[in-house]
C-alpha cells in the first residue's frame, strides 16, 4: 500500500468532514453560489482551517466570478492548488555524513513525544541506521521506562538514569558520548513535557543544547517539536509561543489520525514557516509517515470512491 492510501486509511475523520462534507454541499448538482460559498466557509472551519478559510472561499468565489470555476470538480481541484501552496516545502535531508545525527524532541506534555521516538527509532532501525535514544524526561522513573520498553522493541540502545530527578542536560551529554564511542548513526534525546510559561524548563531546553553541542559539533542537528493534532487552532498559539523560546527547526505532528481537526496542519505550517517532518497516524509504532503535502492534501480532500 502506497502513502496515500495509507493516509487515506488514517486520516478518515479530517477527511470525512472536508471531503464528504464538499460532496454534500453539492448534492443534486447544486450551482455554485453565494450560500454555497457560505457552506463551503463554514465547513473549512469545521475543518480547522481557521482564519485561512475566509481567504480561501473568496479567491473560489472571484474565481467564479470569472467564470473559471463552475462545479463541484472545478472546487476540488482549485482548493487543491490552494492548499498545497500553503504547504510548500522543500526540508534538506537529514545529513548523516556527521554521525551521530542527534535529535532533541521537545513538546508540552502528553503531545507524543515518546511515542513519536519509538516511531523514528523503528524507521532508523528499518533503514539500517543504528539508534541510541536518552531518557533526558527525568521526572519520573516511569518516562525512561516507557522509553526503555520502547528501545527495546526496536533494537535501540538508551542511556538513562534509575533515579528521580537526574540532570536531563548530563543525560543529554551522556548520550551523545555513549553515541560517538559506540559509533551510532543516531541520538534521539527524549525530554519532559513542558509549556513556554515555564521559562527555568525553557532554559533547561537552551542547556541541553549547548551541553550537545560540546561533545559534537553542531549538535543537535535538529530539534524537532511534536505537535498534538487533536489541539487544532489551540496547537497553533502554543507551537507559535514554544518556537519563540527554544530554537526548533522541524514539525513533527502527531495523532493525525484522531481528529477531523487536520486542517490546523495548514495554519500551523503557515504560522511557524517550520518543515513539517513526519505525521503520526495512529497509536503503534509503524503508524508514522513522512510528510508529503501533495499525498496529505489528496488523502483529506480527495473524492471518496
Ligand atoms: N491516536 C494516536 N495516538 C498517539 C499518537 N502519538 C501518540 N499517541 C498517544 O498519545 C499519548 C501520549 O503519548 P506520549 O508519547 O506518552 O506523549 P509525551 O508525554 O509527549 O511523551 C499516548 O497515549 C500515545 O499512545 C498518534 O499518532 N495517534
Ligand atoms: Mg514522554
Redesign the pocket.
Known amino acids: 500500500m502506497g502513502l496515500l492510501d495509507r493516509l487515506r486509511q488514517r486520516l478518515t475523520r479530517t477527511r470525512s468532514i472536508l471531503s464528504d462534507g464538499i460532496s454534500a454541499i453539492f448534492r443534486g448538482g447544486r450551482k455554485i453560489d453565494a450560500s454555497l460559498l457560505d457552506e463551503l466557509e463554514e465547513l473549512l472551519y469545521t475543518s480547522d482551517l481557521g482564519p485561512a478559510a475566509t481567504p480561501i472561499v473568496a479567491e473560489l468565489a472571484r474565481l467564479h466570478k470569472r467564470g473559471d470555476i463552475n462545479g463541484e470538480e472545478d472546487v476540488r481541484d482549485t482548493l487543491r492548488e490552494i492548499l498545497l501552496s500553503k504547504l510548500d516545502q522543500t526540508p534538506s535531508e537529514f545529513d548523516f555524513s556527521s554521525t551521530p545525527m542527534v535529535i532533541l524532541?521537545v513538546?508540552?506534555?502528553?503531545?507524543?513525544?515518546?511515542?513519536?521516538?519509538?516511531?523514528l527509532c523503528q524507521r532508523f532501525a528499518d533503514q539500517g541506521k543504528s539508534v541510541i535514544v536518552g531518557a533526558a524526561?527525568t521526572f519520573r522513573a516511569a518516562?525512561a521506562d516507557?522509553l526503555e520498553v520502547w528501545a527495546e522493541r526496536t533494537g535501540a540502545d538508551i542511556v538513562r538514569s534509575h533515579k528521580d530527578g537526574a540532570d536531563p542536560a548530563a543525560i543529554a551529554f551522556d548520550t551523545v558520548e555513549a553515541a560517538v564511542s559506540r559509533g551510532k548513526d543516531v541520538a534521539i534525546i527524549?525530554t519532559?513535557?513542558r509549556l513556554h510559561t515555564q521559562k527555568n524548563l525553557m532554559a533547561e531546553l537552551e542547556k541541553i543544547r549547548r551541553v550537545v553541542g560540546r561533545r559534537v559539533a553542531n549538535a543537535p542537528q535538529e530539534t524537532w517539536l511534536?505537535i498534538?493534532?487533536?489541539n487544532g487552532q489551540n496547537a497553533i498559539s502554543q507551537a507559535r509561543e514554544f518556537t519563540s523560546s527554544v530554537e526548533v527547526t522541524g514539525l513533527l505532528i502527531?495523532?493525525?489520525?484522531?481528529t477531523a481537526r487536520g486542517g490546523a496542519l495548514f495554519g500551523i505550517k503557515e504560522a511557524l514557516g517550520l518543515p513539517v517532518r513526519f505525521?503520526?497516524?495512529?497509536?503503534s509504532v509503524e503508524?508514522?509517515e513522512e510528510f508529503e503535502p501533495g499525498a496529505f492534501v489528496d488523502a483529506i480532500l480527495g473524492r471518496i470512491e
Open positions: 524532541i513538546g508540552v506534555n502528553g503531545s507524543g513525544k515518546t511515542t513519536t521516538i519509538a516511531k524526561d518516562a516507557q527524549d519532559a513535557g511534536v498534538d493534532a487533536t502527531a495523532k493525525l489520525d484522531g505525521v503520526g497516524t495512529g497509536e503508524l508514522l
